[in-house]
């Protein structure tokens, strides 16, 4: 029998309509509009498309946001004095750098500079540590996504066995912290991790996450195990997707979610969710 399909698409819309109605308590309990700024470095192709959709959503809840587009050869100097300027902006709420920067400016003393309290990517060390000791303001968006995911499908982690494979800041320590957080039994697989296929097979609950296409195969997954994709790669004939062989695991796995329409539009949310808890603040 074949996979349950998580479709991200339609639990996204039934997320983004709850908060679209928590925007709306805010602004009649609070007299308060959360305020989303977003500034993009250079002219990244792929950078400019997730901006573009990251205004849209915002559009569509009722977040306002700005945007700060910013030339390639803007100095390190200029971002930051631009950071400083929204950390103390009292309508914006959320700040949201694009990555990756240009290869001149220094990623990590830029996502230091955001406040920890506008930091809606949940990227700045504080923060991270404070994901790490399970009392955090916001979580990182892909993780939160997953998690938002695997609990729409009511499926429950405590006690169940959780392999996560890639070991980056951004998905795969924080994934796993999640599920830790959640009593999952976590193992964190990546490059040096000997008989791979033989700790897959083990996961109740498989996370992918290395930017690789198609790696994963059938003969990794466990019977009847929830497996989610957060790999988005392009194949040479233009298509997308996932870091998983969607047609072949889909036969084994009992949930699956598909690339595209997985877990990139609960991400998109998740950044929103984070914007409003910063304003509810």
């Known amino acids: 029998m074949s996979a349950k399909i998580i479709n991200g698409k339609e639990i996204s819309a039934k997320v983004r309509a709850q908060l ?5 308590k805010l602004e009649e309990e609070q007299g308060t ?3 989303l700024a977003v500034v993009i470095v250079g002219d990244d192709p792929a950078s400019r498309v997730y901006v573009n959709n990251k205004k849209k959503d915002c559009a569509e809840v009722g977040i306002y946001s700005e945007e700060y587009a910013l030339p390639a050869e803007t100095t390190q100097e200029e971002l930051i004095a631009l950071i400083d300027k929204l ?6 709420d959320g700040i949201l750098v694009q990555l990756p920067l ?3 400016l220094d990623e990590k003393a830029v996502i230091e500079r955001i406040s920890p309290d506008k930091d809606v990517d949940a990227f700045h060390a504080q923060n991270v540590g404070k994901i790490m000791i399970g009392d955090y303001k916001f979580l990182p968006c892909t993780p939160a996504g997953v998690m938002e995911l695997i609990r ?3 499926i429950d982690v405590c006690g169940k066995e959780c392999v996560v494979i890639g070991r980056s800041n951004i998905v795969g320590k924080p994934m796993a912290m999640l599920l830790l957080h959640s009593n999952g039994t976590v193992t964190i ?3 040096r991790t000997k008989d791979l296929k033989e700790v897959c097979r083990r996961a109740d609950i498989l996370v992918v996450a290395i930017g690789r296409a198609n790696f994963v195969t059938a003969d990794m997954v466990k019977e009847g195990a929830v497996v989610i994709d957060v790999g988005m790669n392009r194949l040479e004939d233009g298509k997308l997707c996932g870091d998983v062989d969607f047609e072949a695991v889909k036969e084994v796995a009992g949930h699956i979610t598909p690339v595209p329409g997985g877990v990139g539009p609960m991400t998109r949310l998740m950044l929103l969710k984070n914007t409003i808890a910063a304003a509810a603040r």
């Open 20 to 24: 679209a109605e928590e925007v709306r």
């Open 33 to 35: 509009t959360p305020g």
């Open 87 to 92: 950390n103390s902006k009292t309508d914006i």
């Open 102 to 104: 240009p290869k001149h």
């Open 152 to 154: 729409e499908c009511g």
């Open 189 to 191: 697989c990546h490059s």
